[in-house]
T-cell receptor
Framework: AQTVTQSQPEMSVQEAETVTLSCTYD???????LFWYKQPPSRQMILVIR??????QNATENRFSVNFQKAAKSFSLKISDSQLGDAAMYFC????????????FGKGITLSVRP | DVKVTQSSRYLVKRTGEKVFLECVQD?????MFWYRQDPGLGLRLIYF???????EKGDIPEGYSVSREKKERFSLILESASTNQTSMYLC???????????FGSGTQLSVL
């Protein structure tokens, strides 16, 4: 069974600084997708970034980028120029390719941003 | 603007009551999901549906059932609510391509 591990329950970053959130996963599949979702205090989960395992290039979305290390099964999220609105819970998630496959989430990490 | 709407933001029920949590999406998505979110445990999948009248068990289906009679609506049913079902329940939907999930705002259920 696939597992997603986020070992840090909480992190804090100074506004305008850079922070990296860690995630590791375990799978025997070679083709899959990885995601980072954000859950602000409003509870509305939104997709931050998505990575296809077959792509070697790391995904980026504005201030958000990932460091995808397939061999190490590591998928970290880097937030640059942190803003107060980045304060939220962040969940790493995994899904193998194929129809009807389910999304498996990690336990999440709470990120606080200090002004 | 795309939307996944959960019928209640907060709900308080008594032990043994039958509870219905409703979810409606307006994006014509094939896939719909029910997750449970608990502190320190992340999101755990209860049930999902990839078509009308179709359902699949997730990781923690015990004590729950679901209904999907129409494409836009996916209901989670607690046949006899228990205190250990006090939790945040999140509904989500996605298209067949499954590029991303769209989530509702969650229902915080308290069973007393």
């Amino acid at each position: 069974a696939q597992t997603v591990t986020q070992s840090q329950p909480e992190m804090s970053v100074q506004e305008a600084e850079t922070v990296t959130l860690s995630c590791t996963y375990d799978t025997s599949e070679s083709d899959y997708y990885l995601f980072w979702y954000k859950q602000p205090p409003s509870r509305q989960m939104i997709l931050v970034i998505r990575q296809e395992a077959y792509k070697q290039q790391n995904a980026t979305e504005n201030r958000f980028s990932v460091n995808f290390q397939k061999a190490a099964k590591s998928f970290s999220l880097k937030i640059s120029d942190s803003q107060l609105g980045d304060a939220a819970m962040y969940f790493c998630a995994y899904r193998r390719t194929g129809a009807n496959s389910k999304l498996t989430f990690g336990k999440g990490i709470t990120l606080s941003v200090r002004p | 603007d795309v939307k996944v709407t959960q019928s209640s933001r907060y709900l308080v029920k008594r032990t043994g009551e039958k509870v219905f949590l409703e979810c409606v999406q307006d994006m014509d998505h094939e896939n719909m999901f029910w997750y449970r979110q608990d502190p320190g445990l992340g999101l755990r999948l209860i049930y999902f549906s990839y078509d009308v009248k179709m359902k699949e068990k997730g990781d923690i289906p015990e004590g729950y059932s679901v209904s999907r009679e129409k494409k836009e609506r996916f209901s989670l049913i607690l046949e006899s609510a228990s205190t250990n079902q006090t939790s945040m329940y999140l509904c989500a939907s996605s298209n067949t391509g499954y590029e991303k999930l769209f989530f509702g705002s969650g229902t915080q259920l308290s069973v007393l």
